[in-house]
């Protein structure tokens, strides 16, 4: 949504609903909507809906919608799928009228079951709210202070209704709250969540890596402590040297060290092809691959994850990749053994490959993209046969699929129509974990719930020498079946 879209939807309450107890604080805000469309409104109606506005700029815009929102003790957001629409509003309605009580509420449009939920720059709040798809219907609250926490929707009716004091001095803040809400889940102990880490094209070699890696390896240090899987997609060295495979290998063992989990890698083309390109079979190298000590198909049962790995770099000219028949027979060959009985049936299965299996343009800004609305050409970096790939992964009920090669964080929502029937498929691509010909680093971690089979992805991002924070969150719609 552009800036010129958010000001007309506060202006005619089209895509979201303001309530509060003060009705003359919401004559405000779309006053101050109206106002400043009039003002900017010609200049700011061109703007792509990503396209930024330079951070001096957007404050002056927004300082007076600042001082408004104020003068609510807490805003209050509706999580959830549209088919729960109905029960949120009435809540919502309750908490905006508490008396004494200076509430927010914002009961937005929202997605239907099959679309992904998309949050730019998230606080801590809408990342719990979108990692645990399986409380919703719920509430996001914030305070003035910046404090934000989700609450299943039971928790906000008792907290947030059955439990407002009636002086105004006691009104509960997001810390009460949130303190209330700690030692609830203290006593339960138990976190459906299983997380993935993703970390891709990482090019030890290149001449800056042991000051990146030092740099990345802090950034990993609250994840590693409760991942259940590491995955890296490729591009493990920058030339198929033993030097720079040792160096991969120094980290790869530091991660299982620290996390007791052994990461599971797929080649890249530059662990195989020096400078990452070849010519019909010149300039090519796989003895280093073969000592990777990769494996074609990891089982996690606690988890229920499998994951399918696919070496797209084996053959290819330059930097291209591709899969030929005899590794796609392999693997459908491993995957009916591993899935006699539909034993794999409840589990989220995942391909990792290195190259990416839809092109997209380098410069789209946007996270979240619609593959089909580019169409171009990638003539040397292209994965050939892509569409065999992905017709394999939807046949085989494959959900994810994580990938590298481009060193740009994405996730693409697709259906894809395998055996006459549609199959949704998510694939989430991995900028460079350690920044290779960029100042920016970047991992991402996937979260599955293999109760309520829902996941999220979470986009975490390094740049300019700055800590990692998470850039986006998407929660993906629950597997079906």
Not at 408 to 435: E, F, H, W, Y
């Amino acid at each position: 949504m552009s800036f010129a879209s958010f000001l007309h939807v506060l202006a005619e309450a089209s895509a979201f609903h303001l309530s509060s107890a003060d009705p003359q604080q919401l004559e405000k805000i779309r006053k101050w909507a109206e106002k400043t469309l009039a003002r900017h409104g010609k200049r700011l109606i061109g703007q792509s809906p990503y396209q930024v506005i330079p951070g001096a700029e957007l404050q002056r815009l927004v300082d007076p919608l600042v001082a408004i929102l104020r003068e609510f003790d807490v805003c209050v957001s509706a999580v959830g799928m549209s088919k729960q629409s109905v029960t949120l509003s009435g809540l919502a309605k309750e908490i905006s009228e508490v008396p004494d009580y200076r509430a927010l509420v914002v009961s937005a449009n929202l997605p239907d079951s099959h679309e992904s939920t998309h949050i730019a720059d998230p606080d801590d709040g809408f990342q719990e709210a979108l990692r645990r798809q399986d409380l919703w219907p719920g509430f996001v609250v914030s305070s003035q202070a910046g404090q934000s926490l989700f609450l299943g929707f039971e928790e906000a009716r008792t907290i947030l209704t059955d439990d407002m004091p009636s002086d105004a001095q006691l009104n509960p803040s997001v810390t009460r709250v949130a303190e209330r809400l700690s030692r609830s889940s203290a006593l339960s102990g138990w976190d459906p969540q299983r997380r993935i880490l993703h970390l891709s094209d990482l090019h030890f070699g290149m001449r800056n890596a042991p000051r990146r890696q030092r740099y990345l390896s802090s950034g990993l240090q609250h994840e590693l402590s409760h991942v259940d899987q590491i995955v890296i997609t490729g591009d493990l060295f920058n030339h198929p040297w033993k030097r720079y495979h040792e160096e991969y290998r120094n980290f790869s063992f530091t991660l299982w060290m620290l996390s007791n989990r052994k990461p599971i890698a797929v080649p890249g083309n530059h662990d195989y092809r020096y400078f990452g390109n070849s010519f019909l079979g010149i300039g090519t190298q796989p003895q280093e691959v073969r000592e990777l000590d990769w494996r074609p198909f990891v089982e996690d049962a606690q988890s229920r994850l499998a994951f399918f790995c696919f070496d797209s770099c084996k053959i290819g000219n330059f930097a291209k990749g591709r899969i030929d028949r005899a590794q796609f027979e392999e693997m459908t060959t491993r995957f009916q053994m591993e899935n006699r009985q539909g034993r794999l049936s409840d589990y989220l299965k995942v391909a990792l490959v290195h190259h990416h299996p839809y092109s997209y343009p380098t410069q789209a800004k946007e996270r979240v993209i619609n593959p089909r609305n580019w169409v171009g050409h990638e003539k040397l970096i292209e994965f050939e046969g892509s569409e065999d790939f992905l017709q394999w992964c939807a046949s085989h009920d494959v959900g994810l699929i994580m990938h590298g090669h481009k060193h740009i964080p994405r996730q693409i929502d697709d259906i894809v129509i395998a055996n006459g029937a549609p199959k949704a498929l998510t694939t989430v691509g991995c900028g460079s974990s350690m920044g290779c010909r960029s100042d920016q680093l970047s991992f991402n971690v996937i979260e599955w719930n293999p109760d309520s089979k829902s996941w999220s992805v979470r986009f975490m991002i390094a740049e300019k020498g700055r800590s990692f924070e998470p850039a986006d969150i998407v929660a993906v719609p629950p597997l079906r079946g």
